[in-house]
C-alpha cells in the first residue's frame, strides 16, 4: 500500500459545478499538505498549503485536512474548463526537513 | 511567483549521446529536487541536494547524474542517452519549508 492514495480519475464535470478532490495517507506522522496543479506538458504549480487539520480557503479553492481520518479534500467552486488539468496532492512530516511524498494525481475536465 | 527555470525546454536526441538539463533557480533554496514523469503517470524522484556539495539519489534508480557547486544550479547529466530516458524531468526547489516550487520541465526524446 503507497503512503499515499489519490484516485487518477479522470473525474469529469459540467461546468459551475462543485469539484472535490481527495487523498488518503496511512503515515500519521504528516502535518504539512499541499495541493498542485499541473497543465498537461507543463510543472505542477502550488495552490494550497496547509498545516495540519483544519480548512483553508483561497478564492474558489477550499484546502480540507481531517488528520483523524488521514483523509485531505480539495473543493473547487463554480468549476471553470479552465480548471481542467491533473491535481496532485502532497504531505510532508516537517516543515522544511523532509521531502513530500506526491500522490499520482486526479485528471479533472470540466466541459461546458 | 516561482522563478525556477529549464532549459531545454524541449529535447530530441540520438542513442548515446551525452546531454545536460539545465535548472536554476532565483529564490536562494537549499534544497533542489529532480523528478521524472511520463505522460499521465506519477512523479517519481530521481536526485536532490540539501545544498551545495550535497548531493542524493532519489527513489527511482536513474543513470543520471546531478551536481550542485552553486546554491541556484543543479543540472542533471545522462551521458549515454537511450530510448528508455524519454521522458518530461521536472526541476524543483524549496526553502525552508517542505513546499516545493516547480520549473516547466524539459521533455526529452532519445531516439
Known amino acids: 500500500q503507497k503512503e499515499v492514495e489519490q484516485d487518477p480519475g479522470p473525474l469529469s464535470v459540467p461546468e459551475g459545478a462543485i469539484v472535490s478532490l481527495n487523498c488518503t495517507y496511512s503515515n500519521s506522522a504528516f502535518q504539512y499538505f499541499m495541493w498542485y496543479r499541473q497543465y498537461s506538458r507543463k510543472g505542477p504549480e502550488l495552490l494550497m498549503y496547509t498545516y495540519s487539520s483544519g480548512n483553508k480557503e483561497d478564492g474558489r479553492f477550499t484546502a480540507q485536512v481531517d488528520k483523524s481520518s488521514k483523509y485531505i479534500s480539495l473543493f473547487i467552486r463554480d468549476s471553470q474548463p479552465s480548471d481542467s488539468a491533473t491535481y496532485l496532492c502532497?504531505?510532508?512530516?516537517?516543515?522544511?526537513?523532509?521531502?513530500?511524498?506526491f500522490g499520482r494525481g486526479t485528471s479533472l475536465i470540466v466541459h461546458p | 511567483e516561482a522563478d525556477i527555470y529549464q532549459t531545454p525546454r524541449y529535447l530530441v536526441i540520438g542513442t548515446g549521446k551525452k546531454i545536460t538539463l539545465e535548472c536554476s533557480q532565483t529564490?536562494?533554496?537549499?534544497?533542489m529536487y529532480w523528478y521524472q514523469q511520463d505522460p499521465g503517470m506519477e512523479l517519481h524522484l530521481i536526485h536532490y541536494s540539501y545544498g551545495v556539495n550535497s548531493t542524493e539519489k532519489g527513489d527511482l534508480s536513474s543513470e543520471s547524474t546531478v551536481s550542485r557547486i552553486r546554491t541556484e544550479h543543479f543540472p542533471l547529466t545522462l551521458e549515454s542517452a537511450r530510448p528508455s530516458h524519454t521522458s518530461q524531468y521536472l526541476c524543483?526547489?524549496?526553502?525552508?519549508?517542505?513546499?516545493?516550487?516547480f520549473g516547466p520541465g524539459t521533455r526529452l526524446t532519445v531516439l
Open positions: 502532497a504531505m510532508s512530516a516537517s516543515g522544511g526537513s523532509y521531502i513530500p511524498t
Open positions: 529564490m536562494g533554496h537549499d534544497k
Open positions: 524543483a526547489s524549496s526553502g525552508l519549508t517542505d513546499t516545493q516550487y
